[in-house]
């Protein structure tokens, strides 16, 4: 009896312990850390990818959108000036936080309680962002909130730099590009689609602009990180691109 009492109580634990094993597993936590050019599509994979994966998103872009509209409003920055000096004056009282739009599920950018999330995806904004994300000081403070925003894994980030600088450590990198012409012809679409009245032109200009600033900034350039896994997305649906990174998520997962 006492044997069978001991050989049951054994029994137990060890399926204890495998479904434990199973379980985290399955809520095992990583980092996936999701950079490229400007107008990849990172921010929708980033999004879907989250969502699957029961994840946080943290779109970085929208933070150093926020401070540049903040810069705008104030008028340190326009097509003919930039007071750097004014705006790192200000930048302790510059507050970006996220809020849960309800109805979406996504977050949406606060800029000091305000909510601008439309406002920072102009073409007016995506005109000075360049310039205002090359400044040291905007980049300390904004990559300390998105450590903090990691700290517990569970996270989709997507910027430029969260590869190679804020995550260095992240569990899986993916680095997305596609030709100029193809990511501003998607941009196009979308700001037409919202009503903004802009030429093709002007879109690529922006593109090729950002892509040159943002990759040769002294600090924190855009580039590729050595173990990141490049997509170039030029030929892909979104539906092609989401099965691939989700497949790559889970093996990152399984391998943590
Ligand atoms: O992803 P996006 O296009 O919204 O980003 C806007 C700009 O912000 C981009 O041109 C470069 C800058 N950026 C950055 O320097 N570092 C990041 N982590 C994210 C964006």
Known sequence: MLIFLFVSLIFDFSMMQS????NTLEDKKIIIAIDGHSSTGKSTVAKDLAKALHYIYVDTGAMYRAVTLYAMRHGFIDESHFNQQKLEQELPGIKIKFEMNPNTSLAEVLL??????????????????????AVS???KKLVEQQHQMGKDKGIVMDGRDIGTIVFPYAELKLFMTATAKDRAERRFLELNERGENVTYEDVLKNVVNRDHIDSTRKDSPLKKAEDA???DNSNLTLQQQFEQILQLAQTAIKNA
């Not at 479904?19 to 199973?22: E, G, I, P, S, V």
């Open 19 to 22: 479904h434990q094993n199973f």
């Open 112 to 133: 000091n309680g305000e909510n601008v999330e439309n406002e920072i995806r102009t073409l007016a904004v995506s005109k000075h962002v360049s310039k205002i994300a």
């Open 137 to 139: 000081a905007v980049r």
């Open 229 to 231: 896994i490049k997509i």
